[in-house]
Structures are given as structure tokens and as C-alpha cells.
């Protein structure tokens, strides 16, 4: 729709009236008159928008201001002549009416059972007692008798009715009435409960039917928005129609399916009035994309593109202001009258004109049926019970409000002895009255109406099945066919894929890089003795790296869990295509990224320069990326959650890595371990590479592989391979130097070359479908959602908390079944005393006044202005409501006045209390955001304590502060959530929790963003009443607020109107009744009708909706000529002048509330709090080092002393450079959610980036300590460490050791985590960071092979000082005795002894003869201490203190560079 206002008359105009409020059922002609009004509304504010914008629309949508031009768009001509179309060409209708009988839902958890968090003592506890528990549920699985009942309570008690095609259904309740159970139950979306009892028919076909083969006609729209962030509005709509269009037989003749999708689309864009977003982000929480009303319709949008017919709306307006609810509503009243839809919906704060275009209503208290009829006689009916309603209360609002114990009133001479109160009672009352007499009288009439006339029935499967696209199956529940739905899956990800530039960008960069880094390392290799097993090496590292690199792929298979619910519960696709698609989608992007490295490693190492072995060698290396690809995928789709699926790779990893047959060959495995060579993709794929290699070439024996050779200074050998010399090269033959290639890896790995297509490729190729295979059927037979049934989780009650819970309920207990009034009056004089220091005492309030606001925010093509010359102000003592239109700037205003912009350009005059804002303003002032980011881990009392404790002058006692924040729970009503884990609580929960930690703050002044969206009436009103009772002890609060009623409107002393573009309206009094605001726009033309709520009606008078403006001058113009304008600039003076000028008792200027040590303590206390709460994190990183410890261990288990044993020893040591491999790659999400939190306290000033920074790390240490222990204890014992000089201390030595590199892990997860403004984009610096670490610590490339032009970086790594530090302590001293196969034979020349002809050889370079004295068959063995190994590896037993302090300073420069980076990235646009 256009955004600017176009005509003269109200959408409730004098033209067209709206049909009778007193007619519940809508006939023809009033149809007709709201579909014919409708239609001009949209038709004429089109035509005027057409003519009065030329603009052109902009390619990037903002969040606050929309497009002008469009098209005409007239809504009658379009759904007519498409409906009159539809029947000529024979297209069958669907209308579907739902009967529901005895409807009973069940959930596990009896009466009063609470769910306890799980804590890493009791996961720790549970791992040792896991066996028994086993052992226990086969017991029980194979003996019936010995299953526990688990008990069940209802949420839903026996409910019956029947709503018709054509009708519309308002479900209200309290929250946890059911309301939601109920609609989910209708739509058939039953998996989060035990039991679903009853009958549910639908055109009188079963829900076990509709379920099994019409899923996507019965669709439920959820309350949250849930979309793939980096999608336009005109991509998420496009992709479900795509899987939605309907066959060549459901469509008109002659329309392709590319013309149904766009007329489609853009209707629903125009209907809902978000044309102008099409090009935008959808955005969420940290995507910038539209705003929350908008992402809302979108929402609603997706759901209608289904063009399902029972449709189910969970609150679809939250987040709509008034108008344009109401456009919604009615856009859904017409679409349901015209098209036979039948349409549920339970709807918060529904105002009198929403409430009105119903048919049907039913009110829910706790789960039982209290009333089900007519909209028009529910009130009549309620107030015939005895239930007083009050004057301007809406009818919704009252009629919920009956069913709130805190809130009704009774009518005059009326009490709860004779006035049905209970749930139960008021059930009873009901199911006597003759609504309910009447509603089983339609019900079973209705019923058997469907089982002798079947058309609507028959006519429905036949349009179902004229809807499917050639090729389906009639019974499958979708639309379009398997691979359509993969086809349009794969566009998905392809347009998410080159969208998502940064990473896109970073991937391809950090490839290369890693490739650049491999190639350089191994950089030029010949075709030498020198370059044989470093061929191998750099085979191994360039695979690995490619191979592992996929372990990225698991987090991303969890992330768009939420989506791929909602999508395969619309039926649009089936869940196994997803993961198709996905391979399917990335094969592109890795192919070219991967070939790219290949090209650099084999190409700059020098492999063996042909085309045969290059393509050979990047088959393979992609093959094998491809199945690790779907290996990791497996474990994402199979795992609830991150860290188990991070638990199970890591048992394989290990041994992926130990067993590929290049760390231990094949014939040297264990036998009880060698098969898991056999069953190890990543040894089929490296075997492969070295075949291909290694039969392309061959060797010259030179250098250390000549024995005896010359030492330095010595010239008495043979340079090249004499005669009296043997090469120990593998594979080489007695009197040669050329070492062919295919010997080398037969005898040195048992390697036959002729595998290399008929076994290891076919392997590979196999394992890559075996995996594809276990996705789809995981994916589709074993979906894992995450998120399931909303339980509410507990935090188990201490001595103090159970008493303030019980103090708690007790005042509870006082107040129920009488008004607020009668309740404070019974309050106790020592209560009454409690309550005057605790919450109300006077809050020091200070007037805020803001001049000449603008805002501009940069967009591609210059910059955009959102706030035009904004003028206001706040007093203490009085509420400001801020209003406009969903995209009028609401937001954005009150993120400026705030000073929670960072991006942008501000400009005007923002004063508190007639001073310049200082140092201290954000900390003494409280915002609560829309988005409610919270720690998930605090229970709500812990998360208030938290805030007052930290936002509360130090002066005042903790005992205050306590009880301050029990006056919030009880005033919140939060009394029987205390002790619940923020992270369980439901959406209205949250947001009074929000608007809770930001009062526990006590500020002086008090900014809120929509407080009421997503409460009931009755939760809105007791806040709005809450905050007035705030502002009446001085408080100065500025609030947004959407869709409020009349009387809540009354509650605020002035209102600030904007409209779009950031242009103010109105800024002054309301008045009772509102009648100052009433009066200001009746003397420009727009007169309010006495029975309509003012709030909307000024929404609709400055065009706000759908609606054309009253008159024809922009209200902006009204406004700046009016004497109101003036005396606002006036009374801004007036305050200004009026305000202390007296500095006198000037205190020191603070950013924060309370002292550094007092912040630290309690971040400390709140991270240990949560790491206890979590031990899915804290015991996998504990399983996880357990687990690679023992399991590299029983591979090298009792370590002797012959010559493999040394080599064995130091890769036993080497795999202790995998922790922090480990600790970052669980740690960096951890990191980056904290931060997500900390962004929203920090910008509240609650404590500083340093504590946050300081406080993550010191919580990460005990358990860090721990997991040291345990990674030491598994190494050093079962391998038997300790057996050179060093002895036991050497042993402790490396306890000191291995808790370093455990920090130096912790402390570079928790930097990279700071620097990378996502969790998508810091695992991807893992692989660099830890390649380099790895490959030039000295192991793989020894320090005399290295390039000197690479020998800094070997300096530099601090896995040097690692290797160093623990070979040196564990080889010194350590004596070493060659086995037979291990010594190398050679003959000395006639007539000398096997000393005297080697005598220089072994001076110079080491080792011993097992037969010095023998003429012939000299047997020689490399080394003779442990020390021959190390020292000419630059390696130094004197120095270890100093290396292992050296890789302590490295840790601690982690620390200062992640606190820096605290401090100056935040990475939080907004």
C-alpha cells in the first residue's frame, strides 16, 4: 500500500458503515458492504499513491520509513474475478468446517511437579551410573510390568464445538489458560503433548487422515517470527509459493506458474502493506533487517502463501499497532467470507472493532471451556453470572478479565458465594446454559449433515488433488514432488549462500590462505630421501585440514531447527530434502574453493607435476571432504543439541586421525584396534593420495638416510651410497639409490598401489552415499526440532528463597478473590512500613527535554532521515506515550532519546534535568527493549538480584535490594516464576522479567519499547497500572506502546504522535477520557465517534493503515501552525530555566553504579552459576579430553624403550597440541551468546567490558583445571611416562604443562570469540590458527628441514615451547634399545671391526652397535639416550622452565588482547 495518506474519508466512513455489531453471524449483505469498503480503501489509496509519487522505489528497504509508488491495486477485482474465474474453469473449493468433541490434551508432569535444572555434578554422577540406567530400560522394555506411569496432567479439559467454512473464532484466556494448546490441537500439531484425546473432524474427515495425507491444509502460525534472517521479504514469500503453486489443473488456464507466484505474491505484500520491504533483510535480533510489526506480517504472509483453508493464528497482531491489527483482521474477514476459509485465532488486546468481525468466541480458564458462542451475547452472558464490566473496557478484555481472580469485579450485591469463580465452576455454569445446549444441538447436526452429504468433503480431495503438480503421488501431502521440492531448496540456499558475503568471502580467504600456509611449509620437495616421508606429510596435513574443516557443518544443522519445524508443518517440503539440497546447494562453492587449494598445495610442495596425478589427488581430497561433509551433517541432524553432537565427532575424530595409517602403519595397530583403520574414510582417502603419489615416482638415497655416513669436518665415507653404506630408506635395494616409489609405500606402509581405484575410491564413493543416506533418514524419520513443549524449568529453592517464596505466596493468597483496592487496604501496618522503603519510596525523578531531534542513517546511495525535528519532554511524575504507525519511527526515537544509537547522525538538543547528558546518564536511566535478551541460565529472581545489585548506589544494603526485588516479583506477578530459569519462560513472562531488571535499577528516568506487545488486556492493564503507580512516586517514564485500549491510553498524561517518516503529529496532554486529545482533532476535521477507542481512531485519522488521512494537509503541517507547538517550545524553555542550576554538592561523575570488585564479584558469581547450569558444555569439554587421553593412550599403552617406542612417545605428546583445538571450538559460541547479553547491559552501563571479559575467563577455570587433571592422569600413566632422569617430577612437570596449554586454549577461544561478530565466522579462523600452531612447533617439519625463511614462525608458535617443554622432560636420560627389525645392518670393509669403520659415524651423530666387534653384518641403532633425539632438533632439557613460562606469557597476552577487544568490538549496529 502506499505509505502516504490519500483521501478525505475514515476507514470507518461515513460512506460505508461497518456491518452490525449485534449480528454474529455474517450474511451476505454485510459481507458484501466490509469486502465493498475494504476494496475502495485499498483502490483509492493506491490510485492516490500512484499519481501523488513519482518516487523510485529503493532497492534496500529500511526498518522505519517504506517506499512510496505502487501500482493500483484493487482487491474486489482481484479476488472476484479470480474466484468467478476459478469456477468457470471447473477448479474445485475447499471448504473445510472443524468439529472438535471431548478435545482433551494431556502433558507428562503431575499436578504441582516441577522440572529441575540439570546440573554438571549430576551429569558427572549420571556418566557412571549410565550402564546401570541401561541396564534398567531394557529391563523394562522387555518385562512391561516394570514401566513406571508416568504421571500426566491436562492443560485442556473436554471441550467441544464446531466452527463452519466462512466462519471466524476468537480464542481468549488468561495466559496458561490453554489458548494456545487449543489452536495447536486444532491444527493437528500434536508432538508436544503426551496425549491428545477426542474427536477432531474436518469436513468429516479424522485427524489421523488429515494428518497422514492433507498435513499442509491445517496450518498453525505461531506466536514468535521465525525466518532465515539474510532472506529478503520477496525471497521468504517466493520460496513458499515456490513449493505451493499449484498444479497445471488448480490453476487458471493459460497462467504459468512463475505468473501465479508474482500475482500472489504481491497481493499478499499490498493486502498486509509491506510492498515496500520486498528487497529488505527480514532481519531478527542481530540481523538489521524490517521492523518487529513488519517481520510480523511476514510472518503472516508466509502462512497465507499455504493457501491452506483451516488456519490457526497464535496472537498474529503482537506487534501491530492498532490500525493496522485491524487491517489485518478484516483483510482476514473478507478472505474468509470470499474463499470458504475457516479461521481460528487467539489475539491479545483485541479492541471492540477486531472483536467484532468474529462469528464465534471461546473463552478458556485454565484449560476448561467457559463459554462458546455468539461474540455479540458473551458479554450479556458473563454480566448474567454476576460479573461487573467496566465502562470503555473492551468486550475481549472483559470477558478475560472474568476469568483473573486478581482483576474481576462483582456486579452490586453480587460476591463469590454466589458467583460461579473457579475454572470449574464456571465450566459448569456454562455447559448448563443454553449456549452450550445450543452448541452440541449445531454440532451434532452438523455432524450428520457431513455423513449424508459428503460434497464439501469430496470437493475438497478433489481440489487437494487438482493442487498437485504432475507426478505426485495422491497420497503424499505435498504439492509439489520430491525433487521440486530439492530444486527449490537448492535456490534457497544458493541465494542464503551469495547474500552471506562475509562469509562467503572469509571461507574462500581463509582456503586459500591455509593452502598458501601448507604449500609454503612443505615448499618445493625433491625427489630425495629427504622429501619421502615428508611427501606423506604434507598428503596428510593438506587432507586433514580440508577434511576437518567440515566440522563447521554441525552448529549450522542445529540453527535452522526452529525453521525447518515450521516449514515441514506448512507440508511445503519433506524434511529429507533439506538435507539433499544442501549438499546439493554447496557443491558449487566447495568444489571451486576446494580445487583452488588443491591446486596451491600440490602444485607449490612439488608433488608429481602431471595432469593424471594432480586430478587423481583433488578427486580424492574433494570425495573425502564431501563424505566428512555428510559425516558432521549426520551428528548435527541426529543430536539434540551441540554439545552431544560435539561429544560424539570427538570420538571419532581422534581415531580418524590415529588410524589413517601415517601416524601408526597399518601392520604396527594393535590387533584388538586395528579395524578401525578399515571402517575410517579419511584412511581410504590419504592411502589413495599416497598411491597416486608415490607410484608416479622414484627416490635418490642421500643425506641421513645413508648409514655410515659423514659427520661434519669428516671425510672418510662415500658421499653418495658407497659400497660399504646401506640406505635405510623403506623399500630400497642393497647397492642402489634409486628407491622406486611403489616399494617405498608397500614395505613402509603395506600400501599395494593397484588398490587405488578398485578399493579405496569405490570405499569412498560409498561412504559419501552412506552418509547422504543416514541424513535423510534421520533427518525424515527422526527429526530432532530442539526447542519441543514449552516446559518451565526450576532452580531448586534454598533455605532463603524458600522462605521469601513462601512470604511471597502468602501475600498472594491475601489478595485473591479481592480487588487490588480491598488487597493493599488488608495489607499488615509492618507490611505497609516494608512497602514505604522498599518500592515506594520516591524515586528521583529528573525532567528530560529533547530539541530539534533529527536522525539519519547511511544507505546505499547517500543517507536516510528517520526523525525530522522531534520536540518533547518528560517530568517527573508523569507517563509519555509514544505512538505512530508500525514503521513510523517509534523505535528509533526512543533509541535515540536513550542514546542507544551507534550508527548514524544524531543532531538536536537532549537535556536532563536542564544539563547537557553527562557521564552517568545511560546508567541512570532504564531502558527495556523490545527483544528480551537475558542469561537463560538465571532463574527471574536472580536475574532482578543481578541487576539491582550492580545498578543500585553501593549505599544502599543488599537487604534493601532484596527486598526491593521481591516487591517487583509480587507487583509483576512473577510470585510463582521466581525461581524459574529465564531461558523456559514463556514469551508475556519475559517481557515483565525484562521490564523487571531494568525498574530493580531504581533509575530516574524510565524509556520502555511496546511493554504491552505480547500480553493479554488484563497483563497490560496491570502493568500500565503498575507503571502509573511508578510515575505517581515521581518516576518520569517515556514509553512506546502498541494497540492500546481506551482505558489504557487514559493512564498516560501525554502522548507523542508520529508518523511515518519521523514526523510529529501531536505532542501534549490526553486528558480524561482523552478529550484534550479528542478536541485537537476534531478542530481539524476528524470527529471521534463516542463508541470507538480514541487511540486507534488517531491512528486511522492520520493514515496511519490502510486507512486514506482526514484532510487533505499532511497533520505534520497541522501541528507545526498550532498554538500547542508553541506552548511546547515554551514550557521546554520554562523547565530549562526552572531547573537547579546549584552545583554545590557535586558528586564524582561515575560510568557505573558500583566499584570494579564489586561488578567482578558478582559476574564471577552469575558465569559460575551458569557453567554449573550447563554441563552439556562443561562435561563434554571434561568427556571430550577423558576421552581422546585414554583413547591415544591405548593405542600407545606401556611405552618400552626400542626406537618406535621413542617416535611413539613424542606423538603421544604431540596429540596434547589438540586441546585447544578442542577448548575453542566449544568455547567461541559460549563467548559469543555472553556477549550477545553483555551488548544489552553494557549499554546500561551495568559493568564494564573488562569485568565481562575478566569475569568469562575466571569462570572457565576451575573446570579448565579439572579437565587438565584428567587429560594428564590418562596420558602419563597408561603410556608410562617417566622412565628417563626427570623420573616422577618430570612427570608433574607435565601436569604444569598441559594446564598451561588448557588456559592458553581457554584464553585464545575467548579472543577469537571477541573478535568475530559471529558464531558462523569464528570457527573458521580455528583451522588457520591451529595449522600453523601445529605444523611449525617442530614435529611434522623438524627444526633442520625448516626453511630459514620460516624459522621465525617456528620461534613464534607457542606449541614450540609446548613440544619442547614435555619431549625434553619425558626423552632426557631416557636409554633406548633398538628391537631386531629396528637396527640397520651394513658390512665394514675387510679386515676392520664394526667400531673401527663406524667409530666417526657414531661420535658425530649418535646411536650404538649391538655388535661392535663384528667383521660383518654391523647392526646399528640410531639413538643410545633419549637426548640424540631432541638435541639436534633445537631442543634443550636446561631450558624447559623457560619454554613453559614462555607458553604461561602467551596465555596472558590472550587475556589483555581479549579485554581490549571487549572494550572496542562490539560488533551491536543499531
Given at each position: ?34 469486502f465493498n469498503e475494504l476494496e475502495r480503501v485499498l483502490s483509492i489509496r493506491s490510485q492516490q499513491a500512484a499519481s501523488d509519487h513519482t518516487d523510485k522505489p529503493s532497492k534496500e528497504g529500511d526498518l522505519e520509513a517504506g517506499e512510496k509508488g505502487e501500482e493500483p491495486f484493487d482487491l474486489r477485482a482481484y479476488l472476484s474475478s479470480s474466484n468467478d474465474a476459478h469456477q468457470k474453469a471447473g477448479i474445485a473449493h475447499k471448504h473445510v468446517g472443524v468439529t472438535w468433541e471431548n478435545l482433551q490434551v494431556d502433558v507428562v508432569g503431575g499436578i504441582g511437579h516441577k522440572i529441575y535444572v540439570k546440573t554438571f555434578g549430576q551429569d558427572a554422577l549420571g556418566f557412571w551410573l549410565y550402564p546401570f540406567r541401561l541396564m534398567h530400560s531394557v529391563l523394562q522394555t522387555a518385562i ?1327
Open positions: 500500500m502506499a505509505d502516504s495518506p490519500g483521501d478525505d474519508r475514515t476507514l470507518r466512513g461515513d460512506a460505508t458503515p461497518l456491518p452490525d455489531s449485534a449480528a454474529h453471524h455474517i450474511n451476505i449483505a454485510d459481507a458484501e458492504a466490509q512391561p510390568a516394570l514401566r513406571p506411569d508416568l504421571p500426566l496432567s491436562t492443560i485442556l479439559h473436554p471441550s467441544s464445538g464446531l466452527v463452519k467454512p466462512g466462519e471466524m473464532c476468537l480464542v481468549l484466556g488468561c495466559p496458561g489458560s490453554g489458548c494456545t494448546t487449543f489452536l495447536k490441537a486444532i491444527a493437528n500439531d500434536r508432538q508436544d503433548y503426551a496425549r491428545v484425546a477426542g474427536d477432531i473432524r474436518y469436513a468429516g474427515i479424522d485427524a489421523h487422515e488429515m494428518a497422514k495425507y492433507y498435513k499442509g491444509e491445517v496450518v498453525y502460525n505461531e506466536e514468535d517470527d521465525r525466518h532465515i534472517a539474510t532472506l529478503t521479504v520477496a525471497q521468504t514469500l517466493g520460496f513458499a509459493l515456490s513449493l505451493k503453486t499449484p498444479g497445471p489443473k488448480g490453476r487458471l488456464p493459460g497462467m504459468s506458474r512463475k505468473e501465479f507466484d508474482q500475482t500472489v505474491r504481491d497481493t499478499l505484500l499490498r493486502m498486509l502493506n509491506i510492498s515496500h520491504t520486498a528487497n529488505t533483510y527480514v532481519g531478527d535480533e542481530f540481523v538489521r533487517g524490517v521492523s518487529g510489526g513488519e517481520r510480523k506480517r511476514v510472518s503472516i504472509a508466509e502462512m497465507m502463501a499455504t493457501r491452506a483453508h483451516v488456519l490457526c493464528f497464535d496472537n498474529s497482531t503482537r506487534g501491530l499497532d492498532a490500525s493496522t491489527a485491524l487491517d489485518f483482521i478484516k483483510a482476514m474477514r473478507v478472505m474468509t467470507d470470499l474463499l470458504g476459509q475457516t479461521t481460528f485465532a487467539t489475539l491479545y488486546q483485541a479492541g471492540e472493532s477486531i472483536y467484532e468481525l468474529f462469528d464465534k468466541v471461546i473463552v478458556l480458564d485454565k484449560g476448561r471451556q467457559v463459554y462458546f458462542g455468539p461474540p455479540s451475547e458473551a458479554r450479556a452472558y458473563f454480566e448474567g453470572l454476576g460479573f461487573k464490566s467496566l465502562p470503555r473496557q473492551s468486550t475481549a478484555d472483559y470477558l478475560t478479565g472474568c476469568t483473573d481472580p486478581n482483576e474481576r469485579q462483582f456486579a452490586p450485591g453480587r460476591s463469590e458465594a454466589d458467583v460461579p469463580t473457579t475454572p470449574e465452576q464456571l465450566e459448569q455454569a456454562f455447559q448448563q446454559s443454553r449456549f452450550a445446549a445450543q452448541m452440541r444441538e449445531d454440532l451434532a447436526e452438523y455432524k450428520q449433515q457431513m455423513e449424508i452429504d459428503k460434497s464439501d468433503q469430496e470437493e475438497f480431495r478433489k481440489a487437494v488433488l487438482s493442487d498437485k503438480k504432475r507426478g505426485v503421488s495422491k497420497k503424499s501431502p505435498y504439492t509439489l514432488g520430491f525433487t521440486g521440492q530439492v530444486r527449490a531448496l537448492v535456490i534457497r540456499q544458493f541465494q542464503m549462500r551469495l547474500q552471506d558475503r562475509f562469509q562467503l568471502v572469509t571461507s574462500y580467504s581463509l582456503s586459500t590462505i591455509l593452502a598458501l600456509v601448507i604449500g609454503a611449509a612443505y615448499y618445493n620437495l625433491q625427489p630425495t630421501s629427504q622429501g619421502a616421508f615428508t611427501r606423506g606429510s604434507v598428503i596428510f596435513a593438506g587432507l586433514l585440514t580440508c577434511a576437518l574443516d567440515t566440522f563447521g557443518e554441525m552448529p549450522v544443522q542445529m540453527l535452522g531447527r526452529p525453521i525447518l519445524r515450521k516449514q515441514t508443518g506448512y507440508a511445503l517440503y519433506r524434511p529429507a530434502a533439506v538435507a539433499i539440497a544442501n549438499t546439493l546447494s554447496d557443491i558449487p562453492f566447495s568444489a571451486v574453493r576446494i580445487f583452488v587449494y588443491n591446486i596451491i598445495i600440490y602444485f607449490m610442495s612439488n608433488l608429481s607435476r602431471t595432469a593424471g596425478g594432480f586430478f587423481t589427488y583433488h578427486l580424492f581430497i574433494y570425495t573425502s571432504f564431501l563424505t566428512m561433509q555428510g559425516f558432521f551433517r549426520t551428528f548435527g541432524v541426529m543430536c539434540t543439541n551441540f554439545d552431544s553432537a560435539f561429544r560424539l565427532a570427538v570420538f571419532f575424530i581422534p581415531n580418524m586421525i590415529l588410524y589413517a595409517g601415517y601416524m601408526i602403519p597399518v601392520f604396527q595397530m594393535k590387533r584388538w584396534l586395528f579395524w578401525i583403520y578399515y571402517i575410517n574414510p579419511v584412511a581410504y582417502a590419504w592411502v589413495g593420495c599416497m598411491e597416486n603419489e608415490f607410484m608416479r615416482i622414484s627416490f635418490t638415497c642421500d643425506g641421513s638416510s645413508i648409514v655410515p655416513r659423514n659427520p661434519p669436518g669428516v671425510n672418510k665415507y662415500f658421499n653418495g651410497l658407497g659400497p660399504n653404506q646401506i640406505c635405510t630408506l623403506f623399500g630400497a635395494v642393497p647397492g642402489q639409490d634409486i628407491v622406486s616409489g611403489r616399494n617405498y609405500v608397500n614395505i613402509g606402509y603395506g600400501l599395494n598401489v593397484s588398490d587405488l581405484w578398485r578399493r579405496n575410491f569405490l570405499v569412498l564413493v560409498g561412504f559419501f552415499l552412506l552418509f547422504q543416506l543416514t541424513q535423510v533418514l534421520l533427518i525424515e524419520y527422526f527429526p530432532q526440532y530442539g526447542g519441543g513443549s514449552a516446559v518451565t524449568i526450576f532452580a531448586p529453592e534454598d533455605s532463603d528463597t524458600k522462605k521469601r517464596n513462601a512470604r511471597l505466596q502468602e501475600r498472594k493468597a491475601a489478595r485473591k478473590g479481592k480487588s487490588a483496592e480491598e488487597a493493599e487496604s488488608q495489607v499488615s501496618e509492618k507490611e505497609q512500613g516494608e512497602k514505604e522503603q522498599g518500592m515506594t519510596r520516591r524515586f528521583d525523578g529528573k525532567p528530560f527535554t529533547w530539541e530539534k531531534v533529527n536522525y539519519h542513517v547511511p544507505v546505499p546511495g547517500g543517507v536516510r532521515r528517520l526523525l525530522h525535528d522531534v520536540y518533547g519532554y518528560v517530568k517527573p511524575g508523569t507517563m509519555t506515550a509514544l505512538m505512530g504507525a508500525s514503521g513510523a519511527g517509534k523505535t528509533t526515537c526512543l533509541d535515540v532519546l536513550a542514546q542507544r544509537k551507534n550508527i548514524g547522525v544524531v543532531s538536536g538538543t537532549l537535556l536532563l534535568d536542564g544539563k547537557p547528558l553527562k557521564l552517568d546518564f545511560a546508567r541512570k536511566t532504564a531502558y527495556a527493549e523490545q527483544m528480551d535478551v537475558h542469561e537463560g541460565s538465571s532463574t527471574v529472581r536472580e536475574a532482578m538480584r543481578f541487576s539491582a545489585y550492580l545498578r543500585q548506589p553501593p549505599d544502599i544494603s543488599k537487604e534493601e535490594k532484596d527486598q526491593y526485588v521481591e516487591d517487583m516479583i509480587e507487583v509483576l506477578e512473577l510470585q510463582d516464576l521466581a525461581d524459574a530459569l529465564v531461558a523456559s519462560l514463556g514469551v508475556e513472562a519475559r517481557k515483565r522479567l525484562t521490564i523487571g531488571v531494568e525498574l530493580a535499577s531504581r533509575p530516574s528516568l524510565l524509556f520502555l519499547d511496546e511493554p504491552t506487545s505480547g500480553l493479554d488486556g488484563q497483563s497490560a492493564w496491570n502493568l500500565v497500572r503498575f507503571l502509573r503507580k511508578l510515575a505517581d512516586n515521581g518516576q518520569a517514564i517515556l514509553c512506546t506502546i502498541h494497540q492500546p485500549s481506551s482505558l489504557l491510553i487514559q493512564s498516560f498524561d501525554k502522548l507523542l504522535l508520529l508518523e511515518r517518516g519521523g514526523e510529529t503529529v501531536y505532542f501534549g496532554d490526553i486528558g480524561p477520557d482523552c478529550y484534550i486529545l479528542r478536541e485537537y482533532f476534531a478542530r481539524h476535521g476528524a470527529h471521534c465517534p463516542p463508541n470507538v477507542n480514541p487511540a486507534e481512531f488517531m491512528l486511522d485519522a492520520i493514515g496511519a493503515g490502510l486507512t486514506p488521512r482526514i484532510g487533505d494537509r499532511d497533520w505534520k503541517d497541522h501541528w507545526l501552525d498550532s498554538p500547542e507547538y508553541q506552548s511546547v517550545l515554551k514550557e521546554i524553555e520554562k523547565i530549562k530555566h526552572n531547573t537547579s542550576s546549584d552545583d554545590s554538592q557535586q558528586q564524582q561523575l561515575t560510568m557505573y553504579a558500583t566499584p570494579f570488585w564489586t561488578q567482578l564479584r558478582w559476574v564471577v558469581y552469575r558465569n559460575n552459576l551458569k557453567l554449573w547450569r550447563s554441563p552439556d558444555y562443561v562435561f563434554s569439554r571434561l568427556f571430550v579430553h577423558a576421552f581422546i587421553s585414554l583413547f591415544v593412550s591405548l593405542s600407545f599403552l606401556q611405552l618400552g624403550n626400542s626406537l618406535r617406542d621413542l617416535q611413539y612417545r613424542v606423538f603421544g605428546i604431540f596429540w596434547a597440541t589438540i586441546l585447544p583445538a578442542i577448548v575453542m571450538g566449544q568455547l567461541e559460541p559460549m563467548w559469543i551468546l555472553s556477549r550477545r547479553i553483555f551488548i544489552r547491559e553494557a549499554s546500561s552501563r551495568v559493568y564494564s567490558p573488562y569485568v565481562f571479559a575478566i569475569g568469562q575467563l575466571v569462570g572457565e577455570m576451575p573446570y579448565s583445571l579439572l579437565c587438565a587433571v584428567v587429560y594428564w592422569v590418562l596420558m602419563v600413566y597408561p603410556m608410562g611416562f617417566g622412565d628417563g632422569t626427570a623420573g616422577v617430577g618430570g612427570t608433574f612437570f607435565q601436569l604444569l604443562v598441559v594446564i598451561f596449554v588448557e588456559l592458553f586454549g581457554v584464553t585464545l577461544g575467548q579472543f577469537i570469540g571477541a573478535i568475530s561478530p559471529s558464531m558462523q565466522v569464528a570457527p573458521l579462523f580455528n583451522p588457520f590458527i591451529i595449522l600453523v600452531l601445529s605444523t611449525f612447533c617442530g614435529v611434522t617439519i623438524t627444526y633442520p628441514t625448516l626453511p630459514n625463511y620460516w624459522r621465525w614462525l617456528y620461534q613464534l608458535t607457542p606449541y614450540t615451547r609446548l613440544m619442547s617443554a614435555m619431549i625434553s622432560t619425558e626423552l632426557h636420560g631416557l636409554s633406548i634399545t633398538c628391537k631386531p627389525d629396528e637396527l640397520v645392518p651394513f658390512n665394514p670393509p675387510d679386515g676392520q671391526t664394526c667400531m673401527e669403520y663406524a667409530k666417526e659415524f657414531i661420535q658425530g651423530f649418535g646411536g650404538y652397535l649391538n655388535n661392535p666387534n663384528a667383521t660383518s653384518n654391523c647392526l646399528y641403532c640410531q639413538y643410545e639416550v633419549g637426548d640424540q633425539f631432541f638435541l639436534p632438533l633445537n631442543i634443550r632439557y636446561e631450558n624447559r622452565w623457560r619454554d613453559v613460562w614462555i607458553l604461561f606469557a602467551y596465555a596472558v597476552f590472550n587475556i589483555f588482547a581479549t579485554i581490549v577487544a571487549s572494550r572496542f568490538l562490539r560488533y551491536a549496529k543499531r
